[in-house]
């Protein structure tokens, strides 16, 4: 049927006006657009939720990862991503009000954290998988690699200062008596270099798991 065959057809037959008809259009239009983008997200969802994930990882240089995960993969990479973002180490370091020594202690949970999540990947899915392998390099190897040269450099020094420092001055703030690190600039240089990193990390290990990479985070 024609729109002319329609319209003489409502008009004559159902004795409707021309703006009721108008407003039937309308209301159809509406209807099929609706479903029509429900339609399109919904595919859009799936398509991109079990992409390979293409990016680059600079904590602990381990460089271009290309992955494209199993369902097991993206149940683990989920919980590491929450253990990323609910923990002091996967958050921009605020020189103003984070004390280094629960960044420390934030770091060294998160390294007990990765090496459980890395061990519940099954052995048989290791040998198999070369994604599942990828998945337990970004879990392990990038902190080991990412966060221990730090550690390694500044961490025993800084705690035996700032142990000795909070005794002394029990009424000063922490943020305050850390700053008096004879090295505190050099210290907290690298220590936000290494936290940026951890934070572009997260970024991966969430779109593992989620899919889409979101637009608001570098990657």
């Given at each position: 049927?024609?729109?002319?065959?329609?319209?003489?057809?409502?008009?004559?037959?159902?004795?409707?006006?021309?703006?009721?008809?108008?407003?039937?259009?309308?209301?159809?239009?509406?209807?099929?657009?609706?479903?029509?983008?429900?339609?399109?997200?919904?595919?859009?969802?799936?398509?991109?939720?079990?992409?390979?994930?293409?990016?680059?990882?600079?904590?602990?240089?381990?460089?271009?990862?290309?992955?494209?995960?199993?369902?097991?993969?993206?149940?683990?990479?989920?919980?590491?991503?929450?253990?990323?973002?609910?923990?002091?180490?996967?958050?921009?370091?605020?020189?103003?009000?984070?004390?280094?020594?629960?960044i420390y202690r934030s770091w060294y949970e998160l390294f007990r954290e990765m090496r459980a999540l890395a061990k519940e990947v099954p052995a048989h899915t290791l040998r198999r998988s070369k994604d599942s392998q990828q998945l337990v390099t970004l879990l392990v190897d990038a902190l080991n690699l990412g966060l221990r040269?730090?550690?390694?450099?500044?961490?025993?020094?800084?705690?035996?200062?700032?142990?000795?420092?909070?005794?002394?001055?029990?009424?000063?703030?922490?943020?305050?008596?850390?700053?008096?690190?004879?090295?505190?600039?050099?210290?907290?240089?690298?220590?936000?270099?290494?936290?940026?990193?951890?934070?572009?990390?997260?970024?991966?290990?969430?779109?593992?798991?989620?899919?889409?990479?979101?637009?608001?985070?570098?990657?």
């Amino acid at each position: 049927m024609t729109w002319e065959e329609f319209y003489r057809s409502a008009t004559s037959d159902y004795g409707w006006t021309t703006g009721q008809v108008l407003a039937l259009v309308v209301i159809v239009v509406l209807v099929i657009g609706i479903i029509a983008a429900l339609l399109y997200a919904l595919w859009k969802r799936s398509s991109c939720n079990w992409a390979a994930v293409d990016a680059e990882v600079a904590l602990g240089g381990i460089g271009k990862v290309k992955i494209n995960p199993s369902y097991e993969d993206v149940q683990i990479a989920h919980k590491a991503w929450v253990e990323l973002v609910t923990r002091k180490a996967g958050l921009p370091f605020d020189e103003e009000h984070d004390v280094i020594a629960e960044i420390y202690r934030s770091w060294y949970e998160l390294f007990r954290e990765m090496r459980a999540l890395a061990k519940e990947v099954p052995a048989h899915t290791l040998r198999r998988s070369k994604d599942s392998q990828q998945l337990v390099t970004l879990l392990v190897d990038a902190l080991n690699l990412g966060l221990r040269p730090h550690l390694t450099k500044w961490q025993a020094k800084f705690m035996h200062w700032y142990d000795s420092a909070l005794k002394k001055s029990p009424e000063k703030n922490p943020q305050d008596i850390q700053k008096e690190y004879p090295h505190y600039q050099d210290l907290v240089d690298d220590l936000k270099q290494v936290n940026r990193q951890i934070v572009e990390y997260a970024a991966v290990i969430k779109q593992i798991a989620q899919g889409c990479q979101d637009k608001t985070e570098r990657v």
